[in-house]
Protein backbone atom coordinates (compact mmCIF):
# COMPACT_ATOMS: atom_id res chain seq x y z
CA UNK A 1 0.00 0.00 0.00
CA UNK A 2 1.37 3.30 -0.64
CA UNK A 3 2.48 5.57 2.02
CA UNK A 4 0.68 9.13 2.67
CA UNK A 5 2.96 11.96 3.10
CA UNK A 6 1.48 14.88 4.18
CA UNK A 7 3.23 18.31 4.19
CA UNK A 8 1.35 21.45 5.92
CA UNK A 9 2.36 25.00 4.88
CA UNK A 10 1.52 28.46 5.40
CA UNK A 11 1.43 29.50 1.83
CA UNK A 12 1.57 27.01 -0.75
CA UNK A 13 1.58 27.57 -4.44
CA UNK A 14 1.12 25.12 -7.04
CA UNK A 15 2.00 25.13 -10.66
CA UNK A 16 -0.03 23.59 -13.50
CA UNK A 17 1.85 20.51 -13.83
CA UNK A 18 1.22 20.04 -9.98
CA UNK A 19 -1.97 20.62 -10.00
CA UNK A 20 -2.39 18.16 -12.81
CA UNK A 21 -0.60 15.58 -10.82
CA UNK A 22 -2.51 16.47 -7.53
CA UNK A 23 -5.83 15.57 -9.53
CA UNK A 24 -4.18 12.19 -10.59
CA UNK A 25 -3.43 11.53 -7.02
CA UNK A 26 -5.93 11.89 -5.56
CA UNK A 27 -7.91 9.24 -8.13
CA UNK A 28 -5.07 6.76 -6.91
CA UNK A 29 -4.40 7.45 -3.16
CA UNK A 30 -7.18 7.99 -0.93
CA UNK A 31 -7.32 8.94 2.14
CA UNK A 32 -7.43 5.71 4.92
CA UNK A 33 -10.69 6.18 6.98
CA UNK A 34 -11.51 4.81 9.92
CA UNK A 35 -14.52 2.38 8.24
CA UNK A 36 -11.64 0.85 6.42
CA UNK A 37 -9.78 -0.68 9.32
CA UNK A 38 -6.09 0.53 7.38
CA UNK A 39 -3.30 0.32 9.01
CA UNK A 40 -1.42 2.61 6.80
CA UNK A 41 0.98 5.04 8.35
CA UNK A 42 1.00 8.54 7.78
CA UNK A 43 4.38 10.89 7.48
CA UNK A 44 3.61 14.24 8.66
CA UNK A 45 6.11 16.99 7.53
CA UNK A 46 5.55 20.08 10.14
CA UNK A 47 6.69 23.17 8.31
CA UNK A 48 10.81 24.60 8.45
CA UNK A 49 12.05 26.33 11.57
CA UNK A 50 13.52 25.70 14.56
CA UNK A 51 10.81 22.91 15.44
CA UNK A 52 10.98 21.77 12.12
CA UNK A 53 10.51 17.72 12.57
CA UNK A 54 9.30 14.59 10.94
CA UNK A 55 7.19 12.76 12.95
CA UNK A 56 5.55 8.79 12.28
CA UNK A 57 2.02 8.38 13.23
CA UNK A 58 -0.28 6.08 13.70
CA UNK A 59 -3.69 5.84 12.09
CA UNK A 60 -5.49 6.80 15.15
CA UNK A 61 -2.99 9.91 15.97
CA UNK A 62 -3.34 11.05 12.38
CA UNK A 63 -6.99 11.27 12.20
CA UNK A 64 -6.72 13.20 15.27
CA UNK A 65 -3.78 15.49 14.08
CA UNK A 66 -6.21 16.18 10.58
CA UNK A 67 -9.14 17.47 12.96
CA UNK A 68 -7.45 20.42 14.18
CA UNK A 69 -5.84 21.44 11.28
CA UNK A 70 -8.55 21.99 8.08
CA UNK A 71 -9.41 24.24 5.06
CA UNK A 72 -6.97 26.76 4.63
CA UNK A 73 -4.42 26.06 7.71
CA UNK A 74 -2.94 22.83 5.94
CA UNK A 75 -1.93 21.77 1.86
CA UNK A 76 -2.22 17.95 1.87
CA UNK A 77 0.06 16.70 -0.79
CA UNK A 78 0.03 12.79 -1.38
CA UNK A 79 2.73 10.76 -2.82
CA UNK A 80 2.93 7.13 -3.19
CA UNK A 81 6.44 5.38 -2.87
CA UNK A 82 7.21 5.87 -6.82
CA UNK A 83 6.69 9.69 -6.35
CA UNK A 84 9.36 10.01 -3.26
CA UNK A 85 11.69 7.66 -5.58
CA UNK A 86 11.26 10.39 -8.01
CA UNK A 87 11.86 13.03 -5.91
CA UNK A 88 15.15 12.04 -4.11
CA UNK A 89 16.86 10.24 -7.30
CA UNK A 90 15.92 14.11 -8.98
CA UNK A 91 17.63 15.53 -5.86
CA UNK A 92 20.59 13.26 -5.37
CA UNK A 93 21.80 12.75 -8.80
CA UNK A 94 24.29 14.96 -8.61
CA UNK A 95 25.99 13.62 -5.84
CA UNK A 96 28.87 11.85 -6.26
CA UNK A 97 29.22 7.99 -5.96
CA UNK A 98 32.03 8.86 -3.03
CA UNK A 99 29.51 10.64 -0.89
CA UNK A 100 31.99 13.45 0.25
CA UNK A 101 31.15 14.76 3.25
CA UNK A 102 31.37 18.51 2.12
CA UNK A 103 28.03 18.64 0.45
CA UNK A 104 26.03 21.57 0.19
CA UNK A 105 22.25 21.74 2.34
CA UNK A 106 20.24 22.42 -0.38
CA UNK A 107 20.99 19.06 -2.10
CA UNK A 108 19.46 17.52 0.82
CA UNK A 109 15.39 16.29 0.45
CA UNK A 110 13.26 17.75 2.86
CA UNK A 111 11.89 14.00 3.46
CA UNK A 112 15.57 12.84 4.79
CA UNK A 113 17.66 16.06 6.51
CA UNK A 114 16.14 15.89 9.36
CA UNK A 115 16.73 12.26 10.12
CA UNK A 116 19.15 10.85 11.89
CA UNK A 117 21.11 14.57 13.28
CA UNK A 118 24.52 12.70 14.61
CA UNK A 119 25.03 11.81 10.81
CA UNK A 120 26.97 13.33 8.39
CA UNK A 121 24.82 14.74 5.52
CA UNK A 122 26.23 11.75 3.16
CA UNK A 123 25.50 8.78 5.46
CA UNK A 124 21.91 10.50 5.66
CA UNK A 125 21.60 9.88 1.77
CA UNK A 126 23.05 6.28 1.71
CA UNK A 127 20.40 5.63 4.48
CA UNK A 128 17.49 6.93 2.35
CA UNK A 129 18.62 4.82 -0.79
CA UNK A 130 18.80 1.43 1.69
CA UNK A 131 15.66 2.56 2.44
CA UNK A 132 13.97 2.95 -0.67
CA UNK A 133 15.63 -0.21 -1.69
CA UNK A 134 14.35 -2.44 1.13
CA UNK A 135 10.95 -0.58 1.59
CA UNK A 136 10.05 -2.48 -2.02
CA UNK A 137 7.19 -4.47 -1.44
CA UNK A 138 7.33 -8.10 -3.40
CA UNK A 139 6.18 -8.10 -6.26
CA UNK A 140 6.57 -11.17 -9.36
CA UNK A 141 7.63 -8.56 -12.45
CA UNK A 142 10.85 -8.11 -9.66
CA UNK A 143 10.98 -11.54 -8.80
CA UNK A 144 11.40 -12.30 -13.06
CA UNK A 145 13.85 -9.49 -13.67
CA UNK A 146 16.26 -10.50 -11.01
CA UNK A 147 16.31 -14.43 -12.33
CA UNK A 148 16.95 -12.98 -15.22
CA UNK A 149 19.45 -11.04 -14.57
CA UNK A 150 21.12 -13.38 -12.40
CA UNK A 151 23.92 -15.57 -14.85
CA UNK A 152 23.97 -19.38 -14.64
CA UNK A 153 27.28 -20.57 -13.12
CA UNK A 154 30.39 -20.81 -15.08
CA UNK A 155 32.35 -23.76 -16.22
CA UNK A 156 35.56 -24.46 -15.40
CA UNK A 157 36.71 -25.55 -18.52
CA UNK A 158 37.72 -29.18 -17.72
CA UNK A 159 35.40 -31.39 -18.39
CA UNK A 160 35.64 -33.98 -15.84
CA UNK A 161 35.27 -30.81 -13.13
CA UNK A 162 32.46 -29.00 -14.86
CA UNK A 163 30.10 -32.56 -14.89
CA UNK A 164 30.19 -32.10 -10.78
CA UNK A 165 30.13 -27.76 -10.09
CA UNK A 166 29.94 -24.35 -11.94
CA UNK A 167 31.91 -21.19 -10.96
CA UNK A 168 29.32 -19.55 -8.97
CA UNK A 169 27.88 -16.29 -10.29
CA UNK A 170 27.30 -12.97 -7.37
CA UNK A 171 29.53 -15.18 -5.52
CA UNK A 172 33.23 -16.16 -4.07
CA UNK A 173 34.79 -19.02 -5.38
CA UNK A 174 38.33 -20.09 -3.52
CA UNK A 175 40.84 -21.65 -4.81
CA UNK A 176 42.76 -23.44 -1.44
CA UNK A 177 46.00 -25.30 -1.50
CA UNK A 178 49.57 -25.89 0.66
CA UNK A 179 51.82 -23.66 -1.13
CA UNK A 180 53.76 -24.30 -4.43
CA UNK A 181 50.54 -26.88 -4.96
CA UNK A 182 49.33 -24.95 -8.21
CA UNK A 183 47.11 -21.83 -6.88
CA UNK A 184 47.90 -19.44 -9.36
CA UNK A 185 48.46 -22.25 -12.21
CA UNK A 186 44.94 -23.26 -11.71
CA UNK A 187 43.31 -19.48 -11.73
CA UNK A 188 45.83 -18.83 -14.97
CA UNK A 189 44.11 -21.79 -16.58
CA UNK A 190 40.43 -21.23 -15.37
CA UNK A 191 41.51 -17.33 -16.80
CA UNK A 192 42.24 -19.15 -20.77
CA UNK A 193 39.38 -21.48 -20.27
CA UNK A 194 36.81 -18.85 -19.93
CA UNK A 195 37.98 -16.48 -22.42
CA UNK A 196 38.13 -18.68 -25.23
CA UNK A 197 34.67 -20.19 -23.80
CA UNK A 198 32.86 -16.97 -23.35
CA UNK A 199 34.55 -14.47 -26.52
CA UNK A 200 32.60 -11.29 -25.66
CA UNK A 201 33.28 -10.44 -21.91
CA UNK A 202 36.49 -9.32 -20.09
CA UNK A 203 38.51 -11.12 -17.45
CA UNK A 204 40.36 -9.16 -14.56
CA UNK A 205 43.09 -10.97 -12.91
CA UNK A 206 44.71 -8.84 -9.58
CA UNK A 207 48.11 -10.41 -8.57
CA UNK A 208 49.42 -9.69 -5.37
CA UNK A 209 52.09 -12.42 -5.92
CA UNK A 210 54.02 -11.52 -9.10
CA UNK A 211 54.55 -8.83 -11.36
CA UNK A 212 52.11 -8.19 -14.09
CA UNK A 213 54.37 -9.46 -16.89
CA UNK A 214 55.15 -12.58 -15.19
CA UNK A 215 51.62 -13.51 -15.15
CA UNK A 216 51.40 -12.23 -18.78
CA UNK A 217 54.23 -14.94 -19.47
CA UNK A 218 52.83 -17.75 -17.68
CA UNK A 219 49.70 -16.62 -19.91
CA UNK A 220 51.56 -16.98 -23.27
CA UNK A 221 53.03 -20.31 -22.24
CA UNK A 222 50.44 -21.77 -20.80
CA UNK A 223 48.66 -20.82 -24.14
CA UNK A 224 51.07 -23.16 -25.93
CA UNK A 225 50.42 -26.60 -27.57
CA UNK A 226 54.13 -28.00 -26.99
CA UNK A 227 57.46 -27.63 -25.43
CA UNK A 228 60.39 -25.99 -26.75
CA UNK A 229 62.33 -29.00 -27.35
CA UNK A 230 66.39 -27.25 -27.73
CA UNK A 231 66.51 -25.52 -24.29
CA UNK A 232 69.85 -25.44 -22.40
CA UNK A 233 70.28 -27.34 -19.06
CA UNK A 234 67.61 -26.71 -16.32
CA UNK A 235 66.09 -24.34 -18.66
CA UNK A 236 62.67 -24.41 -17.75
CA UNK A 237 60.09 -23.81 -20.92
CA UNK A 238 58.96 -20.12 -19.47
CA UNK A 239 62.89 -19.31 -19.23
CA UNK A 240 62.78 -20.18 -23.10
CA UNK A 241 60.68 -17.50 -23.79
CA UNK A 242 62.03 -14.87 -22.07
CA UNK A 243 65.51 -15.93 -23.76
CA UNK A 244 63.35 -15.62 -27.18
CA UNK A 245 61.80 -12.42 -26.33
CA UNK A 246 64.99 -11.13 -25.34
CA UNK A 247 67.41 -12.39 -28.48
CA UNK A 248 64.47 -12.79 -31.35
CA UNK A 249 62.57 -9.81 -30.81
CA UNK A 250 58.80 -9.03 -31.66
CA UNK A 251 58.57 -9.23 -35.32
CA UNK A 252 60.60 -12.43 -35.54
CA UNK A 253 58.95 -14.04 -33.24
CA UNK A 254 55.18 -12.81 -34.88
CA UNK A 255 56.34 -14.79 -37.68
CA UNK A 256 57.66 -17.73 -35.77
CA UNK A 257 54.25 -18.30 -34.19
CA UNK A 258 52.27 -18.52 -37.54
CA UNK A 259 54.49 -21.25 -38.30
CA UNK A 260 56.24 -23.70 -35.62
CA UNK A 261 53.78 -25.12 -33.35
CA UNK A 262 56.56 -24.49 -30.22
CA UNK A 263 55.59 -20.75 -30.54
CA UNK A 264 52.14 -21.51 -30.94
CA UNK A 265 51.69 -19.79 -27.52
CA UNK A 266 52.22 -16.38 -28.62
CA UNK A 267 49.79 -16.54 -31.57
CA UNK A 268 47.07 -18.49 -29.37
CA UNK A 269 47.22 -16.22 -26.30
CA UNK A 270 46.82 -12.47 -28.41
CA UNK A 271 43.95 -13.65 -29.94
CA UNK A 272 42.31 -13.24 -26.41
CA UNK A 273 44.80 -10.62 -24.25
CA UNK A 274 42.35 -7.47 -25.14
CA UNK A 275 40.08 -9.34 -22.95
CA UNK A 276 42.92 -10.07 -20.49
CA UNK A 277 43.71 -7.36 -17.49
CA UNK A 278 46.16 -7.69 -14.91
CA UNK A 279 46.66 -5.72 -12.27
CA UNK A 280 49.71 -5.52 -9.81
CA UNK A 281 49.36 -2.35 -7.94
CA UNK A 282 49.11 -4.20 -4.75
CA UNK A 283 45.71 -2.32 -3.70
CA UNK A 284 44.40 -2.03 -0.61
CA UNK A 285 40.67 -3.23 -0.03
CA UNK A 286 39.42 -0.07 -0.61
CA UNK A 287 41.36 0.57 -3.44
CA UNK A 288 40.43 -2.81 -4.74
CA UNK A 289 36.68 -2.53 -4.78
CA UNK A 290 36.55 0.39 -6.39
CA UNK A 291 38.73 -1.03 -9.03
CA UNK A 292 36.32 -3.85 -10.02
CA UNK A 293 33.59 -1.47 -9.81
CA UNK A 294 35.17 0.66 -12.18
CA UNK A 295 35.92 -2.25 -14.68
CA UNK A 296 32.49 -3.36 -14.00
CA UNK A 297 30.51 0.07 -15.43
CA UNK A 298 32.89 0.18 -18.15
CA UNK A 299 33.22 -2.80 -19.97
CA UNK A 300 31.07 -6.71 -20.49
CA UNK A 301 33.10 -8.64 -17.45
CA UNK A 302 32.97 -12.26 -17.17
CA UNK A 303 35.21 -13.06 -13.90
CA UNK A 304 37.65 -11.23 -11.60
CA UNK A 305 40.18 -13.58 -10.24
CA UNK A 306 42.41 -12.32 -6.93
CA UNK A 307 45.43 -13.74 -6.23
CA UNK A 308 46.02 -14.34 -3.17
CA UNK A 309 43.72 -13.33 -0.57
CA UNK A 310 46.27 -13.07 2.49
CA UNK A 311 48.24 -10.17 0.86
CA UNK A 312 45.22 -7.76 0.57
CA UNK A 313 45.21 -4.79 3.33
CA UNK A 314 42.64 -3.17 4.93
CA UNK A 315 42.91 0.84 3.80
CA UNK A 316 43.49 1.70 7.46
CA UNK A 317 45.03 -1.42 9.73
CA UNK A 318 42.52 -2.03 13.13
CA UNK A 319 44.89 -2.18 15.76
CA UNK A 320 41.98 -3.55 17.55
CA UNK A 321 41.62 -6.75 15.31
CA UNK A 322 43.91 -9.32 14.75
CA UNK A 323 45.05 -9.92 10.57
CA UNK A 324 42.78 -13.19 11.05
CA UNK A 325 39.80 -10.82 11.63
CA UNK A 326 40.89 -8.43 9.04
CA UNK A 327 41.15 -11.22 6.50
CA UNK A 328 37.79 -12.38 7.64
CA UNK A 329 36.37 -8.74 7.12
CA UNK A 330 38.01 -8.16 3.76
CA UNK A 331 36.15 -11.67 2.44
CA UNK A 332 32.91 -10.45 3.55
CA UNK A 333 33.48 -7.29 1.62
CA UNK A 334 34.22 -9.11 -1.76
CA UNK A 335 31.46 -11.89 -1.12
CA UNK A 336 28.79 -8.27 -0.67
CA UNK A 337 30.78 -6.71 -4.10
CA UNK A 338 30.63 -10.20 -6.06
CA UNK A 339 26.40 -9.75 -5.25
CA UNK A 340 26.50 -6.14 -6.05
CA UNK A 341 28.22 -6.37 -9.03
CA UNK A 342 26.49 -9.53 -10.01
CA UNK A 343 30.13 -11.13 -11.10
CA UNK A 344 32.00 -14.35 -9.45
CA UNK A 345 35.11 -13.24 -7.63
CA UNK A 346 37.89 -16.55 -7.87
CA UNK A 347 40.29 -15.72 -5.02
CA UNK A 348 43.28 -18.34 -3.94
CA UNK A 349 43.99 -18.93 -0.02
CA UNK A 350 46.79 -20.88 1.34
CA UNK A 351 46.20 -24.11 3.46
CA UNK A 352 48.13 -24.19 6.57
CA UNK A 353 48.65 -27.23 8.82
CA UNK A 354 50.95 -27.74 12.24
CA UNK A 355 50.73 -31.43 12.02
CA UNK A 356 53.79 -32.81 10.73
CA UNK A 357 53.47 -35.72 8.53
CA UNK A 358 49.74 -35.65 7.86
CA UNK A 359 49.11 -36.82 4.14
CA UNK A 360 47.98 -33.48 1.80
CA UNK A 361 45.10 -35.20 1.01
CA UNK A 362 43.92 -35.13 4.40
CA UNK A 363 45.06 -30.96 4.87
CA UNK A 364 42.42 -30.41 2.09
CA UNK A 365 39.76 -29.80 4.74
CA UNK A 366 38.17 -25.66 5.86
CA UNK A 367 39.37 -25.65 8.93
CA UNK A 368 42.90 -25.39 7.90
CA UNK A 369 41.88 -22.10 6.10
CA UNK A 370 41.98 -20.72 9.53
CA UNK A 371 45.15 -18.46 8.92
CA UNK A 372 43.36 -16.60 6.19
CA UNK A 373 40.12 -15.86 8.04
CA UNK A 374 38.05 -18.65 7.39
CA UNK A 375 37.22 -16.96 3.79
CA UNK A 376 35.25 -20.78 3.44
CA UNK A 377 32.71 -19.48 5.40
CA UNK A 378 32.03 -16.37 2.61
CA UNK A 379 32.13 -18.58 -0.39
CA UNK A 380 29.96 -20.72 -2.36
CA UNK A 381 32.15 -23.08 -3.93
CA UNK A 382 35.92 -24.21 -2.37
CA UNK A 383 38.19 -26.09 -4.56
CA UNK A 384 41.04 -27.78 -2.72
CA UNK A 385 44.20 -28.74 -4.87
CA UNK A 386 47.09 -31.48 -4.41
CA UNK A 387 50.19 -31.62 -6.68
CA UNK A 388 51.29 -35.36 -6.32
CA UNK A 389 54.78 -34.30 -7.35
CA UNK A 390 55.08 -32.17 -5.00
CA UNK A 391 53.15 -34.30 -2.06
CA UNK A 392 54.78 -37.53 -0.03
CA UNK A 393 51.98 -39.12 -0.17
CA UNK A 394 49.00 -40.28 -1.97
CA UNK A 395 45.61 -41.23 -0.90
CA UNK A 396 44.22 -40.79 2.76
CA UNK A 397 44.18 -41.73 6.86
CA UNK A 398 40.76 -40.22 6.75
CA UNK A 399 39.22 -42.15 3.78
CA UNK A 400 39.24 -45.64 3.57
CA UNK A 401 38.18 -45.52 -0.10
CA UNK A 402 40.96 -43.50 -2.06
CA UNK A 403 40.24 -44.33 -5.38
CA UNK A 404 42.70 -42.63 -8.07
CA UNK A 405 42.19 -43.21 -11.92
CA UNK A 406 46.38 -44.07 -12.07
CA UNK A 407 45.98 -46.45 -9.69
CA UNK A 408 44.77 -50.03 -9.90
CA UNK A 409 42.95 -50.28 -6.70
CA UNK A 410 41.49 -48.45 -3.99
CA UNK A 411 43.76 -47.28 -1.13
CA UNK A 412 42.75 -48.21 2.54
CA UNK A 413 45.19 -45.66 4.03
CA UNK A 414 47.62 -43.39 2.56
CA UNK A 415 50.96 -44.84 1.07
CA UNK A 416 54.13 -43.47 0.26
CA UNK A 417 53.59 -41.13 -3.13
CA UNK A 418 54.70 -43.35 -6.25
CA UNK A 419 58.35 -42.53 -7.88
CA UNK A 420 56.60 -42.21 -11.37
CA UNK A 421 54.25 -39.75 -9.90
CA UNK A 422 57.26 -37.59 -8.12
CA UNK A 423 59.70 -37.52 -10.90
CA UNK A 424 57.70 -37.28 -14.27
CA UNK A 425 59.54 -34.46 -16.27
CA UNK A 426 56.68 -34.02 -18.66
CA UNK A 427 53.67 -34.44 -16.45
CA UNK A 428 52.42 -35.09 -12.94
CA UNK A 429 48.28 -35.47 -11.63
CA UNK A 430 46.88 -32.24 -9.71
CA UNK A 431 44.04 -33.42 -7.79
CA UNK A 432 41.15 -31.15 -7.51
CA UNK A 433 38.83 -31.63 -4.11
CA UNK A 434 35.44 -29.83 -4.00
CA UNK A 435 35.90 -29.33 0.06
CA UNK A 436 32.34 -27.48 -0.22
CA UNK A 437 29.82 -26.51 -2.54
CA UNK A 438 26.75 -24.49 -1.49
CA UNK A 439 24.83 -25.54 -4.77
CA UNK A 440 26.05 -28.96 -5.60
CA UNK A 441 27.60 -32.07 -4.60
CA UNK A 442 31.33 -32.33 -2.87
CA UNK A 443 33.39 -34.43 -5.12
CA UNK A 444 37.24 -34.69 -6.38
CA UNK A 445 39.16 -35.43 -9.53
CA UNK A 446 41.99 -35.87 -10.93
CA UNK A 447 43.76 -33.54 -13.92
CA UNK A 448 46.82 -33.59 -16.14
CA UNK A 449 49.51 -30.92 -14.77
CA UNK A 450 51.63 -30.32 -17.78
CA UNK A 451 54.78 -29.33 -15.97
CA UNK A 452 57.23 -27.22 -18.31
CA UNK A 453 53.98 -25.46 -20.40
CA UNK A 454 51.83 -25.23 -16.61
CA UNK A 455 49.33 -26.21 -18.59
CA UNK A 456 46.33 -27.89 -16.62
CA UNK A 457 44.16 -30.56 -18.79
CA UNK A 458 41.35 -33.49 -18.63
CA UNK A 459 42.97 -36.74 -18.16
CA UNK A 460 43.42 -38.99 -21.58
CA UNK A 461 41.94 -42.63 -21.03
CA UNK A 462 45.11 -44.77 -19.13
CA UNK A 463 47.17 -41.56 -19.07
CA UNK A 464 50.39 -42.27 -16.67
CA UNK A 465 48.68 -45.07 -15.33
CA UNK A 466 51.05 -46.51 -12.61
Known amino acids: MDETIL ?4 ETVLSSSDETRLSNNDEKNEMPTEETGSDQTTLITIPE ?36 QQKLDSEIANIPD ?6 EPEQMSHLIKDHYPSRTEAEKIRVNRNFLKDAEPFRLELLLENIKKSQEGLPTGFKSLDQFVAIPANSLTLVASRPKHGKTCFMLNLLLNMCRMFPGKRFLFYTYEEPKWD ?6 NISGAKQFTQRE ?21 KEKANEDMEYFGLKNFLEIAGKVHVIDSNQNC ?11 KTFDMGAVFIDSLPKIRLENEKRTMDRRQQLQEISDNL ?28 DLAEENLAESGRP ?4 NLVIGLQNYARSKFIGSNMNNNFKSNFLDDPLKKAEPMPDNFKDMVQKTILLAKVMANKNGPETETELIFHKQLLKITDPQADALKA
Not at 7 to 10: I, L, Q, R, T, V
Not at 235 to 250: A, C, D, K, T, V
Not at 286 to 296: C, Q, T, V, W
Open 7 to 10: KPSE
Open 49 to 84: GEDSQETILSPDTTDKENESTTGEDRTSILFGISDI
Open 98 to 103: EYEEQI
Open 215 to 220: VFLKLI
Open 233 to 253: TRQSNLERWEYEFNHRGIAPL
Open 286 to 296: IELIDSIRAFG
Open 335 to 362: RKLAAEIRLPLILSAPLTTTTKGTPEYD
Open 376 to 379: DQNA
